[in-house]
C-alpha cells in the first residue's frame, strides 16, 4: 500500500509539471499545475513515512534457520 501511495503522488507531481508546462506555453494561470505538485509531494512524503520503519529494529535478532550458516558475532 505504501508504494501504491507514493507513486500516486509522483503520478500527481508529474502530471502537475506537465500541465506547468503547457500552461506555460497557452500562457494560462499556473495555480492548478503548482497545487497538483504540492499535493504530489504531501502524498510521496506520506508514502514514504508508511515504508520506512519509525522505530529501530534489530535487524539480526533472530538468526537463520539455513544449515550451514556461519555466525561471526
Known amino acids: ?15 502537475g509539471f ?3 508546462l503547457f500552461l506555460l506555453l497557452k ?3 499556473l495555480a492548478l499545475p503548482f497545487i497538483l505538485m504540492g499535493i504530489g509531494v504531501v502524498i510521496c512524503f506520506i ?3 508508511l515504508s520506512s520503519p ?3 529494529e ?11 550458516t556461519v555466525y561471526s558475532w
Open 27 to 29: 500562457k494560462k494561470s
Open 18 to 20: 506537465f500541465l506547468l
Open 1 to 15: 500500500m505504501d508504494l501504491t501511495i507514493f507513486l500516486i503522488g509522483t503520478a500527481l507531481f508529474g502530471g
Open 58 to 68: 534489530n535487524q539480526y535478532s533472530s538468526k537463520s534457520s539455513l544449515p550451514g
Open 47 to 49: 508514502g514514504l513515512l
Open 54 to 56: 519509525l522505530t529501530e
